[in-house]
């Protein structure tokens, strides 16, 4: 079964410096790859995807990705983070093959953005 | 364009009783994902369902636990005789076709956070 792995549940970081969120999947097939933001008591928003193609992946709110498929990682890049970055990070793996609508999450890790 | 609404945002229920969660899709969505959240955990796939029809339900306990998706109206998750281990937060997605092997993104809703006291 697939797993996603988020090695950090939490980030503190100052404001203006560089970060990156760590995830690790676990699985031998083909997969799509996720990163969702959750802000305290909202739902998840979609930061950004990969699907095929580039492996560099630009999202919203100056946030970026990298897939690397021999060490079946997609860690979660931003060269100057926001206070307003704070918030729970989720990375999401589903199968391409089967029953891809079904993600499959990391615990997530907690940015925390200290002036 | 109003997105994924769930409702009751905070629900508080006694052992035993029955836990009764809205979600309306996104509108012009007819597909809809349940998923779980447990404290300090991510999110963990429950149910996936079109208008009128479970499509997956592979993720739902057997017990106590069902959902629809009615022709008219939101879908329902439906609790019965809840347990404390039931308290955790419920999120509801939608898409707009259900082409998830083109890695369609599901849109998701503020949840509903479930107390069992």
């Known amino acids: 079964a697939q797993s996603v792995t988020q090695l950090d549940s939490q980030v503190p970081v100052f404001e203006e410096a560089p970060v990156e969120l760590r995830c690790n999947y676990s699985s031998s097939v083909s997969v799509y790859l996720f990163w969702y933001v959750q802000y305290p008591n909202q739902g998840l928003q979609l930061l950004l995807k990969y699907l095929s193609g580039s492996t560099l992946v630009k999202g919203i709110n100056g946030f970026e990705a990298e897939f690397n498929k021999s060490q079946t990682s997609f860690h979660l890049r931003k060269p100057s983070v926001h206070i307003s970055d704070t918030a729970e990070y989720f990375c999401?793996?589903?199968?391409?093959?089967?029953?891809?609508?079904?993600?499959?999450f990391g615990s997530g890790t907690r940015l925390l953005v200290r002036p | 364009n109003a997105g994924v609404m769930q409702n009751p945002r905070h629900l508080v229920r006694r052992r035993g009783q029955e836990a009764r969660l809205r979600c309306s899709p996104m509108k012009g969505h007819s597909h809809v994902y349940w998923y779980r959240q447990l404290p300090e955990e991510g999110l963990k796939f429950m149910v996936y369902l079109q208008k009128e029809n479970i499509i997956d339900e592979s993720g739902m306990p057997k017990e106590r636990f069902s959902a629809e998706f009615p022709k008219e109206g939101p879908s329902i998750l439906r609790i019965q005789q809840v347990v404390r281990g039931d308290s955790a937060a419920y999120f509801c997605?939608?898409?707009?076709?259900?082409?998830?092997?083109?890695?369609?993104?599901?849109?998701f809703g503020p949840g509903t956070r479930l107390l069992v006291l």
């Open positions: 999401a793996v589903s199968d391409r093959k089967d029953s891809s609508y079904k993600l499959i």
């Open positions: 997605a939608s898409s707009p076709l259900g082409t998830q092997k083109y890695g369609e993104t599901q849109y």
